[in-house]
Structures are given as structure tokens and as C-alpha cells.
């Protein structure tokens, strides 16, 4: 009997020195594999045949089996890419995907955008994230990643801001349109947008009215006015600016502000001059037009309109984040990667593709933002690589080799018992 069961234990011993091998010959075939996570085989002995029952002790072992084989989640080594759709996550979690089998989740961050917009893996699998609002900012709504319309239509400018400097050592002066750039003190121009994405250049004429008291004109050239004649001014909006004795912005008020550009535009356009928070409206007066004895001049403006657009180009950033340029400057947030955390990674079930599916051992995914709660940032123009070590692979390989080798010797030794037995009835 003991001869006998010594075959079945080397038959076990082959069985998991095979099996082990196929666990080491896996991990080094996806050496190449993006995102590749490594198993590991993991043995235990079979149960003990015991000489004196349940006593205890004097127990035999019969053989051995492969009793788990746990993938190992271990960072893989991160390369940057000149790829825009690469994306790479630094820590835990994993890229969300909708699949046919429902929700999956993979390392493999090698995406690319299809025809209709929405980023994809490489088997054309959708990667999913949180939109952002029609003002940019993302929102908690988990939805497939697309690049959206391509075009974006004009936006008429509601606001202009300026922050600017007034010679408080400037001396009054009668302003005259039909001589407006030598009747004001100050001039300045600023581009605006109609309601239909048309650039239009208003002038802004800055009077002193007394110490401490301007007036400003915003004029058009009548080519661009509704009824007007090229070459003479018209003006559409009008308004006072005062500083205290300090040189600081007291307050601001407007006088008119109807803006009626001709060329298909709407009537009464309304633009607000914004020359900082007043100190009659809280403000310190610091972050705002001034009235210093130094010459007068613009240190910044901006104007929220723009024109009609085409996408350009777009572009991840390190927190996930996927932006649109378009081709007349305008930026946009789209939508920012979701990423998926789980209790326990080593319960989720391999689906090929690089897919995973979560399974009651490995809990429910905790979907949220990258860098968040546990999860992993994930990384531009990068790509994860496996993290099989080829050194490690090849070791393993030897043992699985050597193991098999001593395995076939137990058979081949119980061979030769046997046939002593055998030898023993001539």
C-alpha cells in the first residue's frame, strides 16, 4: 500500500509543479502587457493519513496541491509616453470601463478617442468619468468621457475688467467727440464680442471732471454702429469713477450702457466695466483702479466673450482632468477619470482584455475622484507596465523544474519497489 501511494503522491507533486509552471509561464508571456499585475501559485499538502487515528501525530502525508493563486497588485513601473489618451495610475484604484458584462475595471490606461468622441480601450470599451457643468467644474456624474460638440458657439462679452492707473496729476479737461484723442486724458481700447462672435473695438476715453472725479466714455467707430457713419465716434456706454484722498477706488457708477452694434448683431448689448471691488462696496480699494501722480496706464483687462470655435487639440492633466483647447483660445474642462478602490484587490476576477469584474470577495468598487480617499493620481502621457520581474520569473521557473524533476524521481523510485515486489514471485 505504501509503494502505491507513494505514485499518487509524485503524480500530485508532477500535477502542482505543472500547474505552478503555468502560473510562471502566464506571468511571462504578459512581461509586455500594459497594466499586467503578476500571480503567484500558492500550495498546500493534502490531508494526512494518521497511523493512530485521532490521537494525533504519526501522520503521513499524501501529496500536495495548488490551493490559491493570488495576483499581486504591486505598482507597476511608470514610462511617459508622447501619447495625450496614455494615462497611468501612481498608487491604488483602477481605470472604471463599461463593458458588455457590466462595469469593469483595469490598470491598462492605453486609450484613444473613437469616432464618435468617447474615450475608449484599445477593444473599444468605454472609459468612464465625471462631467463638468456648462461652467467647467466637475460634478459627481458618472458618465462615459466624449469630447462633446467640436464647435462652440460665440458668447457675447458681459464684462469687461480693468485694473488701471489715473494721473491724479492730470488737469481738467472738456471732452469733444470730433476731438476725442485730444480732449481726454487717458485713452485706451479694448476688443469686445457681439452676440453673434463678431470682434468689435471699443475705445474707452477717460475724462478728470475735478480732483478726485473722472468720467469715462466707451465709443465705437460708427462702422460698427447700428445707424452710424465710419470715422465718427458714437457712444454707447458712460459712467463716473471716484477715488478718495488716498488714491483709491471710493466708487463707481454708470450713466448709460446700451451697446447697438449693426452687422447682424442684437440690439442693446449690455457690457459692464468693471475697474475693481470700491471701498463703497467693501473693498479695499487695493485691488482696483488707482489715482496715483504717475502716468496713467492699463495693467490688466479682460473681457469674458469670445467667437464661435473648432476643437483644436485636447489634453489630460496629472489630476485626470480632460481639457478642450479651441482654436480661438478658449478653454473647457470636459470630464475628469473616474477611479474605482476596492477592500480587496486580490478577490477580483480575471476577464482578459486586462479587465477585471468585482466579485463578492472583492467587494463593491468605491468609485470617486483620483487622489482621493485611497485612490491612486493618475498621470498624463504615462502608461503602467507589468510588474513582472523577468529575474524573478526565471528562478521561479528553475524551482518549478527542479520540483518536477525530484516529483518524477518518486514515481520512478516507486517503479523500481514495485518491481522488486514483483520480482519476488520468480
Do not use: C
Amino acid at each position: 500500500m505504501g509503494v502505491l501511494g507513494s505514485f499518487n503522491i509524485g503524480i500530485s507533486g508532477l500535477r502542482a509543479a505543472g500547474d505552478s509552471m503555468s502560473v510562471t509561464g502566464d506571468n511571462i508571456a504578459n512581461a509586455g502587457t500594459f497594466g499586467f499585475k503578476r500571480s503567484r501559485a500558492e500550495f498546500q499538502d493534502l490531508i494526512a493519513r494518521s497511523l493512530k487515528g485521532v490521537e494525533g501525530g504519526d501522520q503521513m502525508g499524501t501529496g500536495s496541491k495548488m490551493a490559491h493563486i493570488t495576483p499581486m497588485f504591486t505598482q507597476g513601473t511608470i514610462n511617459r509616453t508622447d501619447n495625450t489618451t496614455d494615462l497611468a495610475i501612481n498608487g491604488g484604484g483602477f481605470f472604471t470601463i463599461e463593458t458588455e458584462f457590466g462595469r469593469g475595471y483595469t490598470r491598462d490606461g492605453a486609450f484613444r478617442f473613437d469616432k464618435d468622441g468617447n474615450l475608449t480601450t484599445a477593444d473599444g470599451e468605454f472609459v468612464l468619468g465625471f462631467k463638468a457643468d456648462e461652467d467647467g467644474k466637475i460634478t459627481n456624474s458618472l458618465k462615459k468621457i466624449n469630447l462633446g460638440n467640436t464647435t462652440i458657439p460665440a458668447s457675447e462679452t458681459k464684462q469687461v475688467k480693468m485694473l488701471l492707473n489715473l494721473d491724479s496729476r492730470e488737469q481738467v479737461i472738456e471732452f469733444n467727440p470730433e476731438q476725442a484723442e485730444k480732449t481726454s486724458n487717458y485713452n485706451t481700447t479694448v476688443a469686445v464680442y457681439d452676440n453673434v462672435g463678431t470682434e468689435r473695438l471699443v475705445r474707452l476715453y477717460f475724462n478728470k471732471t475735478e480732483d478726485n472725479n473722472w468720467t469715462y466714455r466707451a465709443m465705437v467707430d460708427g462702422a460698427d454702429a447700428q445707424g452710424g457713419e465710419p470715422g465718427k465716434l458714437v457712444q454707447m456706454a458712460s459712467g463716473t469713477v471716484k477715488f478718495n484722498e488716498k488714491g483709491l477706488l471710493q466708487e463707481v457708477s454708470e450713466n448709460e450702457n446700451s451697446f447697438n452694434f449693426n452687422k447682424g448683431a442684437g440690439a442693446d448689448q449690455k457690457i459692464v466695466f468693471d475697474f475693481g471691488k470700491t471701498i463703497a462696496n467693501g473693498g479695499n480699494g487695493l485691488d482696483a483702479a488707482t489715482q496715483y501722480g504717475s502716468r496713467s496706464t492699463v495693467s490688466r483687462h479682460t473681457q469674458d466673450g469670445f467667437g464661435a470655435a473648432t476643437l483644436s487639440s485636447v489634453s489630460f492633466n496629472d489630476d485626470g482632468v480632460l481639457t478642450a483647447f479651441y482654436d480661438n483660445g478658449v478653454t473647457r474642462d470636459l470630464s475628469q477619470i473616474a477611479v474605482g478602490k476596492f477592500e480587496n484587490n486580490e478577490g477580483l476576477r480575471k476577464m482578459g482584455r486586462n479587465l477585471f469584474k468585482e466579485t463578492r470577495k472583492s467587494g463593491q468598487a468605491a468609485i470617486g475622484h483620483p487622489g482621493f480617499d485611497g485612490r491612486g493620481t493618475v498621470l498624463s502621457k504615462s502608461i503602467e507596465l507589468s510588474n513582472v520581474d523577468i529575474a524573478d520569473e526565471f528562478i521561479n521557473m528553475m524551482n518549478s523544474q527542479r520540483n518536477f524533476q525530484a516529483n518524477t524521481r518518486t514515481i520512478t523510485t516507486a517503479d523500481s519497489m514495485l518491481q522488486e515486489i514483483l520480482n519476488l514471485k520468480r
